[in-house]
């Protein structure tokens, strides 16, 4: 659309009382991240791509790039930062991720739904300290600042949200 590769964030199909029916969506350009709202009417036509999904390990940050290790042949990939987007603030070394490429060029990383992380460094939490709503930040292994209740403690495993980045609970090993 538009001489870019867009994708959906959320529609809603609208049938009026009198006129055609219309789709109103919300779409992303998937290269720049800009997001527009469109509407459709109905009958309208829109060319469809194929966007591949491969499983990819991530190795290493190289200076401005993040290295990917394809899992199927073994191929290394380069992105950069604006491919990656926030998925750095939950990735670890050698943790699989899904890539979705465009005619083989990687457009950007899928996480899943939560990740388990190690708490690196909180404040102890103190018994009775009720005006924060009972939540305090902490930093995970990866560097990421995430809100977590008062009885969490330093070194604990916790389960995160990658699309928020909202505590989910604690895992035990």
Do not use: C
Request: proline share 4%; hydrophobic share 35%.
């Amino acid at each position: 659309m538009d001489g870019g590769l867009w994708t959906v964030i959320e529609f809603q199909h609208v049938k009026p009382g009198k006129g055609g029916a219309f789709v109103r969506t919300k779409v992303k350009n998937v290269r720049t991240g800009k997001t527009i709202d469109r509407t459709f009417n109905a009958g309208a036509k829109i060319e469809l791509e194929t966007v591949d999904r491969s499983d990819f390990q991530y190795l290493y940050k190289d200076g401005d790039g993040y290295v990917f290790m394809n899992v199927s042949d073994y191929d290394q990939i380069t992105l950069s930062e604006e491919q990656v987007g926030d998925a750095p603030n939950f990735m670890l070394e050698n943790q699989n991720v899904t890539i979705a490429l465009h005619d083989g060029a990687p457009l950007y990383v899928e996480l899943p739904a939560s990740v388990v992380l190690e708490i690196t460094h909180t404040e102890p939490g103190l018994q009775g300290d009720r005006s924060t709503g009972g939540t305090k930040p902490a930093t995970v292994e990866t560097g990421f600042q995430i809100q977590v209740p008062l009885f969490v403690e330093q070194n604990t495993k916790v389960k995160v949200d990658t699309r928020t980045g909202d505590y989910l609970g604690r895992v035990n090993d």
